[in-house]
């Protein structure tokens, strides 16, 4: 059975940055891809980027591409998503996921991770 | 970068109901799509992948058609447990990235 723990709550000043942290139970680790999707309150869902944990490679939409990093820690078979820069409409859930066979999909997710930006 | 739309935003029906949601895409994503289904203060959970294909667990009430553009998602039966927010997903192996829906929230008429 496949286990997605998350670090706890943050509460981060504008400009600042956080790391949130994911650990994958279950499986094999380096196998699989891990994602990261963030969701506003009220607002729907926004993949932020993934990372092959056994290629230590990681892509990010465009919106992301410099603010966002996704690094993996096979050791510890733990995810880290780090956002940079932060401001108020940072302010979400993060949600780490863990993709299944062909990586277009998400059956295992992690609990989320409220981050509120607030001065 | 492909978007993605879906209707209604808002579906209010009755225990029983059938109910459908629709979602469409601005090019061809083949079968790259997925479903989710959201209730307040959790994780999404998937309900169908590639389209029309049911995961594990998920309840026969619960289906997925379309490709290309246009795909939809059917509750045969609506149960009091499925009153939540559904969405779609889609997987672009070009860019490569993923785009969700705006979401389709189902509530009790």
């Known amino acids: 059975q496949v286990h997605l723990v998350q670090s706890g709550a943050e509460v981060k000043k504008p400009g600042s940055s956080v790391r949130v942290s994911c650990q994958a139970s279950g499986g094999t680790f380096t196998t699989y891809i891990i994602s990261w999707v963030r969701q506003a309150p009220g607002q729907g869902l926004e993949w932020m980027g993934r990372i092959s944990p056994i290629l230590g490679m990681a892509n990010y939409p465009k919106k992301f591409q410099g603010r966002v990093t996704i690094t993996a820690d096979r050791s510890t078979s733990t995810a880290y998503m780090e956002l940079s820069s932060l401001k108020s409409e940072d302010t979400a859930v993060y949600f780490c996921?863990?993709?299944?066979?062909?990586?277009?999909?998400?059956?295992?997710w992690g609990q989320g991770t409220l981050v509120t930006v607030s001065s | 970068d492909i978007q993605m739309t879906q209707s209604p935003s808002t579906l209010s029906a009755s225990v029983g109901d059938r109910v459908t949601i629709t979602c469409r895409a601005s090019q061809s994503i083949s079968s790259w799509l997925a479903w989710y289904q959201q209730k307040p203060g959790k994780a999404p959970k998937l309900l169908i992948y590639?389209?029309?294909s049911l995961e594990s667990g998920v309840p026969s009430r619960f289906s997925g058609s379309g490709s290309g553009t246009e795909f939809t998602l059917t509750i045969s039966s609506l149960q009091p447990d499925d009153f939540a927010t559904y969405y779609c997903q889609q997987y672009d192996s070009y860019s490569p990235g993923f785009t969700f829906g705006p979401g389709t929230k189902v509530d009790i008429k």
């Open positions: 996921a863990r993709d299944s066979d062909g990586g277009s999909y998400w059956p295992y």
């Open positions: 590639r389209a029309s």
